[in-house]
């Protein structure tokens, strides 16, 4: 089986023991590891550039500019912020700077792994239930989403369901808040999908992310 090689930025060394355990049974293999910033920008450009590095940049100061770092190291590896610091504005400025994925340390295995297989594929992934603290735009008094919404062709009713999606309400939720059926949400979704050129409800959330979508949800 082709292994991906993966490198680890982390302070805790239990935690980084614990991960290259997990890895061991799986499809990756970890070539690096490091627990400061400074640490993986002298020892990650040594050897071969890994395929993934996931991060956990909470004790090292600011998550943007971490994440940063680690992107114009390494160019083309994909940098996945794996942390126990649940934090909103870090997430929006972690994926604002270029990361690849959000994730939080209390993760099943299982999603770990199919997360960063999303990630090789190119896929952004991150928590669903993170996305309705951004709802508002703001979050501890910083401007995370400027930019007015802009709705390219979407109807009245695509708008809100995509507004929906962003605070993680599932399809049962959707219809109930806007009196509609579920098999009409389904409908609409699909429409809303192939419109803004995503394959899942995922993508769909961060392209509400991308593109302004941060006001509260429109009213049925």
Do not use: Y
Not at 2 to 28: M, Y
Not at 43 to 71: C, F, N, Y
Not at 157 to 176: H, P
């Amino acid at each position: 089986m082709e292994t991906t090689s993966i490198a680890l930025v982390d302070q805790n060394r239990l935690a980084r023991e614990g991960l290259k355990a997990l890895f061991a049974a799986e499809e990756f293999s970890v070539v690096s590891e490091a627990s400061s910033l400074e640490e993986a920008l002298r020892e990650i450009p040594a050897g071969a550039e890994p395929r993934l590095v996931l991060v956990d940049p909470a004790p090292m100061g600011d998550t943007a500019q971490v994440v940063r770092s680690l992107k114009d190291s390494c160019r083309h590896a994909h940098v996945v912020v794996l942390t126990g610091h649940l934090e909103a504005h870090d997430m929006a400025e972690a994926i604002q700077a270029g990361a690849d994925g959000f994730l939080m340390k209390d993760i099943s295995v299982a999603g770990l792994v199919q997360s960063l297989r999303l990630v090789l594929m190119g896929e952004k992934v991150f928590p669903s239930h993170l996305a309705a603290m951004l709802i508002s735009g703001r979050t501890a008094g910083h401007e995370i989403l400027s930019a007015a919404p802009s709705p390219r062709g979407l109807s009245r009713r695509e708008t809100q369901i995509l507004q929906r999606l962003l605070g993680g309400d599932s399809n049962k939720m959707i219809a109930n808040a806007l009196g509609i059926s579920e098999a009409t949400i389904k409908v609409h979704l699909k429409g809303l999908l192939r419109k803004i050129d995503a394959t899942n409800r995922t993508q769909a959330a961060i392209w509400a992310l991308n593109n302004g979508f941060g006001a509260a949800p429109a009213a049925p």
